[in-house]
């Protein structure tokens, strides 16, 4: 087309930036290449492949790079518009600031045109420095006469062979593969497809005169090779090679092997090495097709240092059309309000209230039909278009908010997600602040997500980014904490308010059960230390929900308080006080003792901590039966109080009486089935001057270590209150209740509490109910009208020494009303002592 070239034929007043956009072309591009961002301005409707409007300019070119401009011209392309090159390459080019090419781009039919694309900057152009315009001009009928194509079926072409290779051109090489093709439909024939890595840079390398000789000897192999096996070959520009052969290995092997030498000629670079692409003609609808295909495997082997040689698979070809044609989709559904937002609660663990909300992009079709995130998001941020649908989705939801502040409806704060690419795309600290001012909004209300990758991969970056959020007023969570590997060196030099703890940890099925636990647990406790809220997302089943709460973790988000939801439906949700908490989230570090505060050697020694933990021990269980204590404390020693202690170390379970065998296995193995809570029970044990002494046990499951099962387990000895049968099988009974054995000794009461089982319902702890009930404070909890008769019924059993059971009501943990059931069975030791059991359990 050579449009400028009448330009400069001709007297102007116009610029060439003037002159270019008077002229009738296909597209006009505005590029602003330092700010990496690119918008159409004018285009015709309907006709190229790319539809995307406005975006990063990187994005664009890696689309229209994979996509939109033909395989065989993709160099042309790189050379013209990459973003690394174009402003220097247009400033040293041999008309300043000006440069064009000529390569197919693809058409909405999936065909291919000849365009021209010219593109142009310069400050004498009118033009601000790092803005490039960009014009697309359809030549594709000046590309046919210039291959020798002409509309004349007596002489249809002028030019058959290339004067360097001696191979068809492409137009004659269509006409004489498809006719061989049709007249020798018996053979099973297919696409070959060549090109040669990086060749314009082997013509930089090794000069034109060797680049020419080389495509003259590849000619010859091609030619060679037509001779040998049949077929027809042809030659379409720059170092793109086609043929028609019979679909055999051996011709595809040979083929590459006589190329790879003639470049080893020149270079042993594994720069230059040629990639060959096949399609059998039968896999494809015709023979256009079946070359097209062909130069998609030869776009894939180049991709490849071993696998130089690509069958066409029509699944990856397909895949690859489906995530194109999926993110065009997407854009189209942005044009039509079809992406919104739902709104997934984040919860107060102990009461189930909504203390915020996280915003969750949707697609939902004009039909209803609901399109799942999985299926498109990560298709955007591989080909670099989230951050666009990101800031639909951001507006989207401050425009929401702003409408439910102005009518006094919104009380909880709301997070908005953001990517690794949206950091390096945009200043999201500027953008933000931009937004709420927009909708005059204060940056308290939302809280910004960002996921632990993009504080590992670009910490700085995200450090003075974060430190821009806080000063511009926005609250930072990091989400997907613990998924990395850098998340304890990144909350040292991060201020971030909140974490969001990763639901993978949250598999308590898994093999890495344990492993599970003391990350879990060490990630609250660290977070609880230094005064950052935490709340755990993917909390889908009660086990989880109890596991959390044995954990200490006060936030949760997921499925097993309240799936995503539209954001009308939320707004009726939190529309109830009742389901709020507008406290939002808090943080409390004193309120809780963790077990592991008492291994700092500096504030307990180890005869204060043996005393804590009582009598404890380590258990072994090997194979069925052989049960072993490998390590005790001190305190253990002297509870079991035997003279052959240390001789009655192994095979424990020969020194129990033979009923209570069974059980000690049972107590084990339901401690494994049980990692969290483990097991609890009596046991009986022999000593050595035949006296029997009972023990509550309780057990907890370690894992297997050196080939046996290892236990940590608690005795307390309760022989002292319990030495008969009956108090046994009583014990054995309430035992998953709360058990307390009362003893009268000089006209006065003592209990011990052998079980809390129902502390978490009551709110009772051990030492406060061991203290109301020697004192009688305890009735004071129950209704006036029951108080009396319930005195009146312990006094009465007491001193008649019966048995009795009665329900009363109290006031449990967090105000809630229950109904206990109280039961007494008197009991007798061996010198006829009477002592009682007393056990509540729920009515």
Not at 151 to 164: L, R, S
Not at 307 to 332: H, W
Not at 669 to 694: C, H, M, P, Y
Request: charged share 25%; net charge negative; with cysteine.
């Amino acid at each position: 087309m050579a449009f400028y070239n009448l330009f400069f034929r001709t007297e102007q007043s116009l610029t060439l930036f003037d002159y270019l956009n008077n002229s009738f072309c296909d597209t006009i591009i505005e590029i602003n290449v330092k700010e990496n961002r690119f918008k159409i301005t004018s285009q015709v409707e309907n006709k190229y492949s790319l539809v995307i409007s406005d975006g990063t300019y990187i994005n664009l070119f890696d689309m229209a790079t994979e996509y939109g401009v033909h395989p065989d011209d993709r160099e042309i392309y790189i050379d013209l518009m990459d973003p690394k090159t174009i402003l220097d390459k247009l400033k040293n080019s041999k008309t300043p600031n000006f440069r064009f090419a000529h390569f197919r781009y693809k058409l909405r039919d999936g065909s291919w045109r000849w365009s021209e694309q010219a593109i142009i900057t310069g400050e004498e152009n009118g033009i601000p420095e790092g803005i490039v315009y960009a014009y697309i001009f359809d030549i594709q009928n000046n590309k046919s006469r210039e291959l020798g194509f002409i509309n004349d079926e007596k002489n249809m072409f002028i030019n058959e062979v290339d004067d360097i290779t001696n191979l068809y051109v492409e137009k004659y090489f269509i006409y004489r593969a498809n006719k061989l093709v049709n007249e020798k439909n018996d053979i099973k024939w297919s696409a070959i497809s060549l090109d040669i890595e990086h060749f314009s840079l082997f013509d930089q390398w090794y000069g034109r005169d060797s680049g020419n000789f080389l495509l003259a000897k590849i000619g010859q192999i091609f030619l060679s090779m037509n001779r040998d096996w049949g077929g027809v070959s042809g030659y379409l520009g720059q170092d793109h090679f086609i043929a028609i052969v019979e679909d055999n290995e051996q011709i595809y092997e040979r083929l590459y092997k006589a190329v790879l030498k003639a470049i080893r000629y020149y270079s042993v670079s594994s720069g230059f090495l040629p990639a060959i692409g096949i399609c059998r003609v039968n896999d494809a609808n015709n023979l256009q097709d079946a070359i097209d295909k062909s130069n998609f495997a030869s776009s894939l082997a180049k991709k490849s240092i071993n696998r130089r040689v690509v069958v066409y698979d029509p699944f990856v070809k397909t895949q690859n059309e489906k995530d194109y044609k999926m993110v065009l989709d997407v854009m189209e559904a942005l044009k039509n309000e079809e992406i919104t937002f739902y709104l997934q609660p984040q919860c107060r663990l102990s009461t189930g209230k909504v203390v915020g909300a996280e915003a969750l992009a949707r697609w939902v079709k004009k039909d209803g039909t609901v399109v799942p995130p999985g299926a498109f998001i990560p298709l955007l941020e591989k080909y670099g278009f989230i951050t666009e649908f990101d800031k639909y989705i951001w507006e989207s939801v401050c425009k929401w908010i702003k409408k439910m502040k102005d009518e006094g409806k919104l009380n909880v704060q709301v997070s908005l997600n953001i990517s690794l690419i949206d950091v390096s795309t945009i200043d999201l600290a500027e953008y933000f602040d931009e937004l709420i001012k927009k909708y005059n909004l204060s940056p308290d209300i939302l809280k910004i997500e960002i996921t632990e990758s993009a504080y590992a991969q670009t910490s700085e970056e995200i450090k003075n980014l974060v430190d821009n959020f806080h000063k511009n007023g926005f609250h930072v969570l990091m989400d997907d904490f613990g998924s990395g590997y850098s998340s304890l060196n990144v909350l040292r030099s991060l201020d971030v308010d909140v974490l969001k703890l990763d639901a993978a940890f949250l598999d308590l099925n898994g093999g890495d059960f344990n492993k599970g636990v003391h990350i879990l647990e060490s990630v609250i406790n660290m977070a609880k230390v230094i005064g950052i809220p935490i709340i755990v997302e993917g909390v889908e089943t009660e086990e989880q929900v109890k596991f959390l709460e044995e954990l200490g973790c006060r936030y949760v988000q997921g499925y097993h308080f309240y799936k995503p939801m539209p954001y009308l439906e939320f707004a009726k949700l939190i529309s109830n006080p009742d389901n709020v908490d507008p406290r939002g989230f808090i943080v409390k570090t004193n309120e809780q003792i963790r077990v592991r505060e008492f291994i700092d050697e500096n504030i307990y020694s180890d005869t204060m901590l043996n005393n804590i933990l009582g009598a404890v021990a380590f258990y072994s269980w090997k194979g069925r039966e052989q049960v072993d204590i490998i390590r005790f404390n001190q305190q253990f020693y002297e509870s079991v109080d035997d003279s052959n202690f240390h001789g009655r170390l192994e095979n424990i379970q020969n020194f129990l009486p033979p009923d209570d065998r069974p059980k000690i296995y049972e107590l084990l193995q339901e401690a494994i089935d049980n990692k969290l809570n483990g097991s609890r029970g009596s046991l009986r044990f022999i000593k050595t001057d035949n006296n029997v002494v009972t023990f509550y046990m309780k057990f907890y499951y370690l894992g297997v270590i050196e080939g046996s099962h290892r236990f940590y387990g608690s005795a307390n000895n309760i022989s002292e209150f319990a030495e008969m049968r009956q108090q046994m099988s009583l014990i054995n009974k309430f035992s998953s209740d709360t058990i307390i054995f009362l003893k009268k000794k000089e006209e006065k009461w003592s209990c011990i509490i052998a079980a809390n089982g129902l502390e978490n319902i009551t709110g009772i702890s051990t030492p406060q109910l061991e203290k109301e009930l020697s004192d009688f404070s305890f009735f004071n909890r129950l209704e006036k009208y029951s108080k009396d008769e319930i005195q009146n019924t312990i006094v009465n059993s007491l001193n008649n020494k019966y048995s009795f059971s009665i329900v009363f009501t109290m006031d449990g943990k967090d105000n809630k009303r229950i109904a206990i059931r109280m039961q007494c069975d008197p009991v007798y030791d061996q010198a006829d002592n009477i002592e009682y059991i007393l056990a509540f359990r729920l009515a």
